[in-house]
């Protein structure tokens, strides 16, 4: 399978933005290059735009190699990217098994790609006969999600390994869950199957919501189309060394995994007892779907004493359901009492 071949027309011919600070590798005395204002701060030059430095942390963090990773601002970027760089708009399409994150199609949309939907099965797992059916030789992008926001469960191995060998286009399995998940996830594979993607980020575990850093693995073709099409500075330089400096700190991730994965059983259980629930669907994430018999009450309940969750009860197979984010033992203590009172 020829990667390139997936790739859309205008971005095979593109010309690529070469920023000052690619024309020049090495170091220099003076840079008048880049019309940066010349007076120092810590932020007056441009920030690496290859992220060096930060690439060669998360290498060893994930035992992947630097050439197979993009950095994007949040997945989400790496999402817009891949969809960008693959997708010819009118033409082709992404298939994405439902209920799930809805970006996806978001940024298939406002990409004028179509969407192709279809269900997961009633276990929330892979129905590998329904997406064969599904895709067309149109069909460029399969989005999966493993743990699935907002269903918490991981797809099973082997039918993602199935689909991957199969499918014609780019599988993107995205991670954003994976630490809190009991099985490790697809990075060993990514050496083996040229059309798999990983996405992972530091919002979830590693608490960086607010630094906006999404990681992309895929096989050096792939990456090097991100590359041509990404922003050229689209990882500031604060993000750069602020993620660099808690990368560093793998323990305290480690440690906030360990005590929201206890949380969670916790939180399950006590839920598990509350009348006004129905079920508490078992999870590899840092939440918890749970239906309830009137789902709208508890959620109009929830946010008049200032408690917030998602309700998902309007997406398709998570009818009466509230998605709920694993807080701390007094947020959830908290969350607990309100729902008894319902
Ligand atoms: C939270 C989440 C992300 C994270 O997106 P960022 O842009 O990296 O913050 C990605 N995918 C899924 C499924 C998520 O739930």
Same mark, same amino acid.
């Given at each position: 399978?020829?990667?390139?071949?997936?790739?859309?027309?205008?971005?095979?011919?593109?010309?690529?933005?070469?920023?000052?600070?690619?024309?020049?590798?090495?170091?220099?005395?003076?840079?008048?290059?880049?019309?940066?204002?010349?007076?120092?701060?810590?932020?007056?030059?441009?920030?690496?735009?290859?992220?060096?430095?930060?690439?060669?942390?998360?290498?060893?963090?994930?035992?992947?190699?630097?050439?197979?990773?993009?950095?994007?601002?949040?997945?989400?970027?790496?999402?817009?990217?891949?969809?960008?760089?693959?997708?010819?708009?009118?033409?082709?399409?992404?298939?994405?098994?439902?209920?799930?994150?809805?970006?996806?199609?978001?940024?298939?949309?406002?990409?004028? @790609?179509?969407?192709? !939907?279809? %269900?997961? &099965?009633?276990?929330?797992?892979?129905?590998? $006969?329904?997406? +064969? /059916?599904?895709?067309?030789?149109?069909?460029?992008?399969?989005?999966?999600?493993?743990?699935?926001?907002?269903?918490?469960?991981?797809?099973?191995?082997?039918?993602?390994?199935?689909?991957?060998?199969?499918?014609?286009?780019?599988?993107?399995?995205?991670?954003?869950?994976?630490?809190?998940?009991?099985?490790?996830?697809?990075?060993?594979?990514?050496?083996?199957?040229?059309?798999?993607?990983?996405?992972?980020?530091?919002?979830?575990?590693?608490?960086?919501?607010?630094?906006?850093?999404?990681?992309?693995?895929?096989?050096?073709?792939?990456?090097?189309?991100?590359?041509?099409?990404?922003?050229?500075?689209? @990882?500031?330089?604060? !993000?750069? %060394?602020? &993620?660099?400096?808690?990368?560093?700190?793998? $323990?305290?991730? +480690? /440690?906030?995994?360990?005590?929201?994965?206890?949380?969670?059983?916790?939180?399950?259980?006590?839920?598990?007892?509350?009348?006004?629930?129905?079920?508490?669907?078992?999870?590899?994430?840092?939440?918890?779907?749970?239906?309830?018999?009137?789902?709208?009450?508890?959620?109009?309940?929830?946010?008049?004493?200032?408690?917030?969750?998602?309700?998902?009860?309007?997406?398709?197979?998570?009818?009466?359901?509230?998605?709920?984010?694993?807080?701390?033992?007094?947020?959830?203590?908290?969350?607990?009492?309100?729902?008894?009172?319902?």
């Amino acid at each position: 399978m020829n990667i390139l071949d997936l790739v859309r027309e205008n971005i095979k011919t593109l010309m690529p933005y070469s920023p000052a600070r690619d024309e020049f590798t090495g170091k220099a005395a003076v840079y008048l290059d880049a019309n940066e204002n010349p007076y120092p701060s810590p932020y007056h030059r441009y920030p690496d735009s290859h992220q060096y430095q930060l690439k060669n942390i998360i290498a060893g963090i994930k035992g992947v190699k630097q050439e197979n990773i993009f950095l994007g601002n949040g997945s989400d970027e790496a999402i817009d990217l891949l969809i960008r760089a693959f997708c010819e708009p009118g033409v082709d399409n992404v298939l994405i098994p439902q209920p799930t994150y809805g970006m996806y199609s978001v940024c298939a949309t406002i990409n004028g @790609i179509e969407t192709k !939907s279809l %269900q997961l &099965a009633q276990d929330f797992d892979l129905d590998i $006969s329904e997406i +064969e /059916n599904s895709y067309n030789r149109n069909t460029k992008l399969l989005f999966l999600c493993s743990p699935n926001n907002p269903t918490g469960n991981l797809l099973s191995f082997e039918k993602v390994i199935h689909i991957v060998k199969n499918f014609k286009g780019l599988v993107v399995v995205d991670e954003a869950y994976i630490d809190f998940a009991e099985n490790g996830g697809f990075l060993p594979y990514l050496n083996k199957f040229p059309n798999l993607v990983v996405l992972q980020t530091l919002s979830k575990a590693w608490g960086l919501a607010g630094l906006r850093l999404g990681m992309c693995f895929a096989s050096v073709d792939i990456i090097n189309i991100l590359n041509r099409i990404k922003p050229p500075y689209n @990882i500031s330089k604060p !993000s750069q %060394q602020i &993620a660099e400096k808690y990368l560093t700190e793998e $323990s305290m991730k +480690e /440690n906030y995994v360990r005590l929201i994965k206890a949380e969670r059983q916790n939180l399950s259980d006590a839920l598990s007892m509350i009348k006004a629930v129905n079920v508490v669907f078992p999870s590899d994430a840092n939440f918890l779907l749970v239906r309830f018999y009137d789902s709208q009450k508890v959620f109009d309940h929830l946010t008049s004493v200032g408690i917030i969750v998602r309700n998902r009860s309007q997406q398709k197979g998570c009818e009466q359901c509230l998605r709920i984010t694993i807080g701390t033992p007094a947020e959830n203590k908290t969350l607990i009492d309100e729902l008894q009172k319902i």
